[in-house]
């Protein structure tokens, strides 16, 4: 089955500056993946998916994320965060035409004003 | 568009009492999700159906969780007797299909926290 890997448990940056969070996954072929973010107390909400075609991808909120297959990665970008960008936020992977997705462990962010 | 529901948001049961949470998934989505996140950790998919059938049950503890999706809509999950370590974050999520895939929607959960 497919799985996912975020490297950092909790990372902090200052407002304005760029961010970037890890996630590499582990399945056999192409697979689908996703960012989710999670606010306290909120449902998760899809920050951009990738099918297919290009490898880098635009999403919500000013994120965008790059598939790199060489090396099994999917990680996520921002040029400038905000402080309302402070959130938990989970990678995804899915099979292929089974709707089953496997999430990471997750990434908190904190923004420093 | 409504999202999808959960009910009840916050549920706090001594161990080996019972529980259920209820789901309503976004009108005309076929696909239901049930996942469990424990604190400091990604949601789990316990339970996927499509409809009221279930395609992946794979990852549910079958003695003590239960769930249904009769008529295909509303779905509730049931925990019986509940463990302390079942205390987590239970969320619903439902999609259009899963015949291919479309973007799973995601209900703000119910908290359980089992003493």
């Known amino acids: 089955a497919q799985s996912v890997t975020q490297p950092d448990i909790h990372i902090t940056v200052s407002e304005g500056a760029s961010l970037e969070l890890r996630c590499n996954y582990s399945y056999g072929a192409t697979p689908y993946l996703f960012w989710y973010v999670q606010s306290p107390g909120q449902g998760l909400q899809l920050l951009l998916k990738y099918f297919s075609g290009d490898t880098l991808v635009q999403g919500i909120k000013g994120f965008e994320a790059e598939f790199k297959r060489s090396q099994s990665s999917f990680n996520l970008r921002k040029p400038s965060v905000h402080w309302s960008d402070a959130a938990e936020y989970f990678c995804?992977?899915?099979?292929?035409?089974?709707?089953?997705?496997?999430f990471g462990a997750g990434t908190r962010l904190t923004v420093k004003p | 568009e409504a999202g999808v529901a959960q009910s009840p948001r916050y549920k706090i049961i001594e161990k080996r009492q019972s529980v259920a949470f209820w789901c309503n998934p976004i009108s005309g989505h076929a696909t239901l999700y049930w996942y469990q996140q424990i604190l400091g950790q990604g949601p789990k998919l316990l339970i996927q159906f499509q409809n009221n059938g279930v395609v992946d049950d794979s990852q549910l503890p079958k003695d003590r969780f239960s769930a249904e999706r009769l008529k295909g809509v509303d779905s509730t999950l049931k925990i019986q007797p509940a463990k302390l370590e079942d205390s987590a974050v239970y969320l619903c999520a439902s999609s259009l299909d899963s015949a291919g895939y479309t973007e799973a929607f995601f209900g703000q959960g119910t908290r359980l926290t089992v003493v």
């Open positions: 995804a992977v899915g099979a292929p035409n089974n709707n089953d997705m496997r």
